[in-house]
């Protein structure tokens, strides 16, 4: 079976994990960390079972960068 790497980012919002791939705008959430990240994975993988071609192409986004930034706050 053919695999694509994507990236996911996870952070906590109040009791839950939210878990967003942002190449595809795909988001789950769990009760914890690798739970959000195993719901993410399942999402995506069901995305790629339902979609068509076309929504698949205008989807994916090919070039996503994760930076920190240190920014001077006032």
Do not use: H, K
């Not at 959000?36 to 929504?55: G, Y």
């Not at 996503?64 to 006032?74: D, E, K």
Request: glycine fraction near 2%; include cysteine.
């Amino acid at each position: 079976m053919p695999q694509m790497q994507f990236t996911g980012i996870i952070e906590r919002d109040e009791d839950w994990y939210v878990a967003l791939c942002p190449e595809l705008d795909i988001a789950s959430q769990g009760n914890s960390v690798e739970e959000a990240r195993q719901n993410l994975i399942e999402a995506i993988e069901l995305f790629f079972e339902v979609a068509s071609p076309t929504e698949i192409r205008e989807r994916t986004r090919p070039e996503v960068f994760v930076t920190q930034m240190r920014v001077a706050i006032a």
